[in-house]
T-cell receptor
Framework: EPEVTQTPSHQVTQMGQEVILRCVPI?????FYWYRQILGQKVEFLVS????????KSEIFDDQFSVERPDGSNFTLKIRSTKLEDSAMYFC????????????FGSGTRLTVV | SQQGEEDPQALSIQEGENATMNCSYK?????LQWYRQNSGRGLVHLIL?????REKHSGRLRVTLDTSKKSSSLLITASRAADTASYFC??????????FGKGTRLSVIA
């Protein structure tokens, strides 16, 4: 079964450092998403990406965040200057254009900012 | 904003019993989805029910949707210890991103 792959599975970074979280969506999917989940809390939407541009973003997704699809397969989330409160599990998801359809989520990257 | 809210927040049952989790939301949707998350792991899509459907089955899972009450339920029959996980409902409408609820933590005791 096709999977969404995320790397790394766990990243520890110093406050103020830049991090890049990587995702390989399913190859024929065209919508891509980043969500995050702070420990013990709900899964929150960050940003959606379609046709090589951001289609929607939440208020969490401020100027510290950016997304990129640098090539035909990878989809990245960059946090420019990490804060302690950025510590969370970050999930990438993708789906086809056919609605309605369930999303396929990756297994997540646990980001710990120290 | 549309928002799924599950109850109960936590549920503990014996293996073999049925588990029922409920979800309420606030705005119009065109589908509602249930996801499962094992501790510290990714989200696994379980089942999707469209707004014009009232009930859907998949294996031991049964989902109902009542759009007049803006609520859904997920029933897991004959639960197993391996069903222990958190279960989230998520609402979808067109191309807007899924909105997740806070989840129900299910513990199935062998």
């Amino acid at each position: 079964e096709p999977e969404v792959t995320q790397t790394p599975s766990h990243q520890v970074t110093q406050m103020g450092q830049e991090v890049i979280l990587r995702c390989v969506p399913i190859s024929n999917h065209l919508y891509f998403y980043w969500y995050r989940q702070i420990l013990g809390q709900k899964v929150e939407f960050l940003v959606s990406f379609y046709n090589n541009e951001i289609s929607e973003k939440s208020e969490i997704f401020d100027d510290q965040f950016s997304v990129e699809r640098p090539d035909g397969s990878n989809f990245t989330l960059k946090i420019r200057s990490t804060k302690l409160e950025d510590s969370a599990m970050y999930f990438c998801a993708s789906r086809t254009t056919v609605l309605p359809v369930g999303y396929t989520f990756g297994s997540g990257t646990r980001l710990t900012v120290v | 904003s549309q928002q799924g809210e599950e109850d109960p927040q936590a549920l503990s049952i014996q293996e073999g019993e049925n588990a029922t989790m409920n979800c309420s939301y606030k705005t119009s949707i065109n589908n509602l989805q249930w996801y499962r998350q094992n501790s510290g792991r990714g989200l696994v899509h379980l089942i999707l029910i469209r707004s014009n459907e009232r009930e859907k089955h998949s294996g031991r899972l049964r989902v109902t949707l009542d759009t007049s009450k803006k609520s859904s339920s997920l029933l897991i029959t004959a639960s197993r210890a391996a069903d222990t996980a958190s279960y989230f409902c998520a609402t979808g409408s067109g191309n807007t991103p899924l909105v997740f609820g806070k989840g129900t933590r299910l513990s199935v005791i062998a």
